[in-house]
């Protein structure tokens, strides 16, 4: 499966941003779905993971900020982020895995090609 992210851009802090990520190939539905960030400097680190069926899970910073949902038929997944704060700033990746619920980079084979987040304090 091929990936392509987008909606990246510059915002400021208390602001929202929506991440796209478009998938190509007829077995999307298989994969589960996540999205990562890397601020310079730092490790790859886990935003949010969504499976087959839609199930999430979230890394801790995101929590109660940031959705992820999937649509199927369009092959697409998508990162709803709110009340962003200056922290957040990184480039975010979406990924793909036949992994069961995965939040560990290395069992994401494939990726996108990143999007920059910047938000301004």
């Known amino acids: 499966v091929q990936l392509q992210a987008s909606g990246g851009g510059l915002v400021q802090a208390g602001g929202s941003l929506r991440l796209s990520c478009a998938a190509s190939?007829?077995?999307?539905?298989?994969?589960?779905m996540a999205w990562f960030r890397q601020a310079p400097g730092t490790e790859r680190e886990f935003v949010a993971i969504?499976?087959?069926?839609?199930?999430?899970i979230y890394g801790d910073s995101v929590k109660g900020r940031f959705t992820v949902s999937r649509d199927n038929a369009k092959n697409t997944v998508t990162l709803q982020m709110n009340s962003l704060k200056p922290e957040d700033t990184a480039v975010y990746y979406c990924?793909?895995?036949?992994?069961?619920?995965?939040?560990?980079?290395?069992?994401?084979?494939?990726w996108g090609q990143g999007t920059l987040v910047t938000v301004s304090s």
């Open positions: 990924a793909a895995s036949t992994a069961v619920w995965r939040t560990d980079s290395r069992a994401y084979e494939y």
């Open positions: 969504i499976g087959r069926n839609a199930g999430t």
């Open positions: 190939g007829r077995t999307f539905t298989t994969y589960y």
